[in-house]
């Protein structure tokens, strides 16, 4: 009787988030991880060519506008919250849905926070060792000061913390705007660093700039200077797909969209193109105001194009991102297992493990929508994509999982596949069999009065 009583009370009061509206359903489309600020130098060093780099920031766009248009179908199809695992449930069953739950929480999360709060202690600390590099110890303690931050932010009030993630994200928007401002300004006085120049070129020698099949010379402009591989265009796209990445965020609130079948894919039109555009602004805007190799050498690009460009206010490019990348990071909050990504790992060893992994699973709702599209033909689909949509995500995440590890393999990708598949090892005996250990309900029930955890109103079957 007790645990009825206490069930209602808070039935009665659980907090209900309104509808979305439309304007929000982009801003939510939007909500990229500041990779801006991070991902252009790594993007340059990689392909080694100004040309190869811009076709593959647009090329990031163009993917992740087929990607979220593909979850717009799943998500208007199965309007539950949820994402991936209600979609994984619905084509597949138990144990893939229980996979992704297992990596998202154990590796996902804690690599987004892990990267976020790296790039903030970088900015955070770069304008204080601008004659040299500051030391990686430095960054790592400083990001593991503002996981601890953010950790007691969210702990004190979670309105604090709503509240300082829309002033945060405001600071992303102010950064960017000056960054395009001040590259527009520069390039009307003209840039002597740098001018880009095109010059025909083939079919067959752009492939072999691609596949890196013929010498280059360095002296070489754009395309030509390319030293890209098939496995560095593929890391790449793990740079450039980070600074696009939650693409996929409005199917994670499906249940509180308004009109979902308009509003969703409609969100997702309007949305990532705007991106697209802002990014490609934001590399032209760097590069006219910075020759290519200070732009492929800096770690912390903004700061660099700050210091050569707003003089003595320099100082709001590092403060406008830093507290960019910790409204992102309180988004994120999956604290301690990020601790240990953060003293362990590097920005781009994160994002490769990241998006490595992050591609698996989205590929695996490509092959959701595909499987769906056959065993329940007739089921309610308020929106359709053209199925050549979902066919052409699943190979091109194929290739970015693949291409990586036959070009240039790394433990970072044998760690998450291990990862993934020794999930299987819990799943079984204590999901599929359902055993328990004794002391497991103690704990539970400790942890959620002590947390104030709100139990949940809807039992999920694996």
Request: proline letters at 6%.
């Amino acid at each position: 009787m007790g645990n009825e009583v206490l069930r209602a009370l808070v039935d009665s009061n659980r907090l209900r988030a309104s509808d979305l509206s439309l304007f929000q359903d982009c801003s939510l489309v939007n909500t990229g991880r500041s990779g801006i600020f991070v991902s252009p130098s790594g993007l340059l060093e990689r392909t080694g060519s100004v040309g190869i780099s811009f076709i593959i920031w647009m090329a990031c766009g163009l993917l992740s506008l087929l990607g979220a248009l593909a979850y717009a179908e799943l998500g208007t199809m199965n309007t539950s919250s949820g994402a991936e695992y209600a979609y994984f449930m619905d084509a597949f069953g138990g144990p893939p849905a229980f996979l992704f739950s297992w990596v998202s929480t154990l590796v996902l999360k804690p690599s987004q926070m892990a990267i976020i709060c790296l790039s903030f202690a970088k900015y955070a600390v770069e304008p204080f060792v601008s004659e040299c590099e500051p030391p990686t110890s430095l960054v790592k303690l400083v990001a593991v000061i503002s996981i601890v931050m953010i950790l007691a932010v969210n702990c004190y009030s979670v309105n604090l913390a709503t509240n300082v993630q829309n002033i945060f994200t405001a600071a992303k928007l102010v950064a960017i705007a000056i960054i395009v401002g001040g590259g527009a300004y520069k390039l009307i006085l003209g840039n002597e660093f740098y001018t880009i120049r095109l010059k025909p070129i083939s079919t067959q020698e752009l492939l072999s700039i691609i596949t890196a099949t013929r010498p280059v010379s360095p002296d070489e402009p754009n395309f030509a200077s390319s030293t890209a591989t098939l496995g560095n265009i593929a890391t790449a796209f793990y740079t450039g797909l980070w600074a696009y990445d939650g693409w996929n965020n409005l199917n994670y609130v499906t249940e509180e969209i308004k009109n979902p079948s308009k509003n969703l894919p409609l969100s997702i039109i309007i949305g990532i193109p705007l991106v697209t555009l802002c990014y490609a602004l934001v590399n032209v805007s760097y590069l006219a105001v910075m020759s290519v190799s200070e732009m492929a050498d800096s770690e912390a690009v903004a700061v660099t194009f700050g210091n050569r460009l707003l003089g003595p206010l320099a100082w709001l490019m590092p403060l406008a991102v830093t507290i960019s990348t910790f409204g992102s990071a309180n988004g994120t909050l999956f604290s301690l297992i990020a601790v240990a990504m953060v003293l362990y790992g590097t920005i781009d060893s994160l994002i490769d493990f990241f998006s490595f992994t992050a591609w698996i699973f989205y590929g695996g709702a490509m092959l959701a929508l595909i499987v769906m599209r056959r065993t329940k033909p007739h089921a309610p689909r308020p929106y359709k994509v053209p199925i050549i949509i979902p066919y052409v995500v699943l190979l091109v995440s194929t290739y970015l999982v693949v291409a990586p590890i036959v070009d240039k393999p790394q433990w970072e990708y044998l760690y998450a596949t291990a990862f993934i598949f020794g999930g299987l090892l819990v799943y079984v005996p204590f999901v599929k069999w359902g055993y328990s250990l004794p002391f497991m309900d103690k704990i539970t029930v400790f942890l959620q009065m002590v947390l104030e955890v709100v139990p949940t109103s809807t039992t999920f079957e694996y």
